[in-house]
């Protein structure tokens, strides 16, 4: 006899990482993405895996960062998502940029030809039923407000919220080559880079003052009623709102100049506007943390005071949507079932991770714990030594439900080091500890999963 099928809800990072986890072991699955038959506030294509947001996966550095980290137990476990991403990498210094296109559209191409995955389009407005086994929740942070309010009459629990905002990308032939260079902080090269990866735009010490003068003057977009009062997520803030939280607060944020020398001075600037290839054909460029909910008018009225952009024209304007999460600390077990109807359990950003790379990391994990019940096997968490792990406890439990928020992975959910390990070595502790945990798993993993094959 065949496995039964596995419905996956969302056709994100999470949700076509999962299903790709659970068809490369043999479960067969039904992918259900509502789009293009229902649009989001952001999503611009039907495809899977669309990048929304930024075309950057952050640092690439597994043995220094904890993202990079993250990157390298996805490669280590099969990545859908972090094959597609090493095959579109653009330059990016020491990140992991994509082009967005190419990315989406190997992911998309790979699940519509896995011979165990059947792609179904149309929203799903309702919670899956136990009597059709055991399924998987991807909706993602646009979840649609139909499925989000069967989430919380299941639940019982008032759903979170949070906004997020995304950057202007601008055309590269626009930008001024007498004013912008091309350099990575400290010349570092990365994935796909070369070590003069970033274009940037300097501003000397008035320059500066006067573009936070005019940002901090310019007419933002209006909440609708129902969106006042939720909180922005603080690790995306529009750049108006970092602004208003002190006149140098942008400069020891996104355009902080370390690193950086000037060609024309031999100087490091005052200030610095950092552009990032955002596709394979290298004539588009995003603002590097420049995410905002300006109106489109002020938005090309402010930034083209900046250096170097004084002509650009834009390809996408920024903007600004809202995001939902569940209380997961309250709501989910450790293996990521929902408590009140534990044959469904829940994957990437709705669960409340933050970040391209942590939503399809929880997908992955929710595929292959999926996989091992379908088959008969039985399977454990990712230890929590692990980025995986770590990312998933604090979801699951970790977090204080009252006070939960969006995270991205980091060292801090890692369980803590011995006080012999030096200051300077803990980075590289960590990920030496992460490997070694993760290799004790994976194996475990495999066999459980292919139990019952």
């Not at 970033?198 to 003068?213: E, I, Q, T």
């Amino acid at each position: 006899m065949s496995p039964p099928r596995v419905r996956v809800v969302g056709g994100g990072l999470a949700g076509s990482e999962a299903a790709w986890q659970m068809a490369q072991k043999g479960v067969p699955v039904v992918l259900c993405e509502m789009r293009p038959h229902r649009g989001t506030d952001a999503h611009k294509t039907g495809g899977l895996a669309e990048l929304v947001c930024s075309n950057s996966f952050r640092s690439d550095d597994a043995l220094n960062n904890a993202v990079g980290l993250l990157h390298e137990e996805m490669r280590r476990l099969g990545s859908l998502v972090m094959a597609a991403a090493d095959r579109h990498k653009l330059p990016a210094g020491g990140a992991l940029a994509v082009d967005r296109d190419g990315f989406s559209a190997e992911v998309g191409a790979r699940i519509e030809a896995h011979p165990l995955i059947e792609v179904r389009r149309g929203e799903v407005t309702g919670l899956p039923g136990a009597e059709a086994g055991l399924a998987i929740v991807a909706t993602g942070p646009l979840t649609s407000p139909a499925f989000a309010e069967a989430i919380r009459a299941a639940t019982g629990e008032e759903g979170l919220a949070f906004f997020d905002a995304i950057a202007p990308i601008v055309h590269k032939d626009s930008v001024n080559p007498d004013v912008a260079w091309f350099q990575s902080r400290y010349d570092k090269p990365g994935p796909g880079g070369t070590g003069a990866d970033y274009l940037n735009c300097p501003l000397d010490r008035d320059g500066y003052a006067a573009f936070v003068d005019a940002l901090l003057a310019a007419e933002t977009a209006d909440f609708k009623d129902w969106e006042r009062g939720t909180p922005y997520f603080e690790g995306c803030l529009p750049i108006e709102v970092m602004a208003a939280r002190g006149r140098e607060t942008l400069r020891f944020g996104p355009m902080k100049p370390v690193g950086l020398v000037d060609p024309r001075t031999g100087r490091r600037p005052h200030a610095v506007v950092q552009l990032r290839q955002d596709n394979a054909l290298g004539t588009l460029y995003n603002m590097v943390g420049f995410q905002t909910k300006l109106r489109h008018a002020e938005q090309a009225r402010v930034f083209r005071l900046i250096p170097g952009l004084e002509n650009a024209t834009f390809a996408r304007l920024g903007g600004l949507h809202r995001n939902t999460f569940l209380k997961s600390p309250a709501v989910l077990d450790g293996t990521l079932r929902l408590r009140a109807m534990p044959h469904l359990r829940f994957a990437g950003q709705i669960t409340g991770c933050e970040g391209y790379v942590e939503s399809a990391a929880v997908g992955l994990v929710a595929g292959l714990l999926t996989a091992a019940e379908v088959l008969g096997g039985s399977l454990a968490p990712p230890p929590p030594e692990t980025a995986h792990g770590a990312l998933v406890a604090h979801i699951t439990g970790g977090a204080s439900a009252g006070t939960f928020q969006p995270m991205n992975v980091n060292f801090g959910l890692f369980p803590p080091l011995g006080p012999d390990v030096r200051k300077e070595a803990r980075k590289r502790a960590f990920a030496e500890r992460a490997f070694a945990a993760l290799d004790g798993w994976h194996p475990r993993a495999l066999a459980s999963c292919q139990s019952v094959a």
